[in-house]
């Protein structure tokens, strides 16, 4: 499965696969949606890879069995001959003896909603702005004590930032100047996405058992899905700096949910 394109092969009853058919994504759900007038039930796998699940709603949404699954090397006896046309038999192959009864031949995985799936796409995002900002803060300390000067912390702040002016030499200073703006930006981002969660005054995240309530104070409790805690107590995080706290939060929603099989 590729972006422009998509190798597929299709098995009819108990017969044996057909040849290798290639098809752009759109005249891929045409074709799966003819399919369905002419059969009475159609089964369709696909590896899990980084262009999320939207083929398997759309296939879904036909009335299509689909299933998303675990990726894995297909070259049993160690060939080191890999197409996607093999790929292709292999899964086809795999899913006929999944549908007799064979839960063994496939991993499923849990396909997430489009809610949870938004969700787990700030997480990362904040995650990445994050990191981002990092790298500059550490970029520019590390060409600063090139030439001898250190710098303050966080010191790609607007006002802190303005100070180092008359301290740092003219050449020095133009070049943190692009670091500085581009931390910055990535800061005002951060800022941004806190507010959006801010602005919500009581979460709930169900992951399968378990509901994770998160308030505007910063106060967390895991309960069971009746609404009674776990332990009984929360876990407040509000004496954690902001963003680290919503970090928290996006890290244990998105490591519950892979426990529970995202």
Known sequence: MHWREHVVVRQIDGSSPLSAQRFSPEAFVAWVAKQME?????????????????????????????????????????????????????????????VAGNTRALTSIRVPTEAEERSRSVSRHRTQL?????????????????????????????????????????????????MQRLALAAHEQLKTLGEGIESAQTQKFSVGERCFLWDSEKTME?????????????????????????????????????????
């Open 222 to 262: 895991v309960v069971g899905q009746d609404g009674v805690g776990e332990n009984g107590d929360a876990t407040v995080v509000g004496d954690l700096p902001e963003l680290m706290a919503e970090d928290l939060l996006g890290r244990i929603v998105e490591q519950a949910l892979a426990v529970h099989g995202a």
């Open 130 to 178: 994050l990191e981002h900002r990092k790298r500059l803060a550490a970029q520019g300390l590390s060409l600063a004590r090139d030439y001898g000067h250190d710098l303050p912390e966080e010191w790609w702040r607007a006002k802190r930032f303005e100070l180092m002016r008359r301290e740092l030499p003219e050449f020095l200073f133009a070049l943190l100047e692009g």
């Open 38 to 98: 002419l059969a009475d039930v159609v089964h369709c796998c696909y590896e899990a890879g980084p262009f999320g699940f939207v083929l398997h709603r759309q296939l879904a949404s036909l009335g299509v069995k689909s299933i998303v699954v675990r990726p894995r090397n297909w070259d049993e006896y160690g060939q080191k001959v890999k197409t996607d046309r093999r790929d292709a038999l292999a899964l086809v192959s795999c899913l006929d003896r999944y």
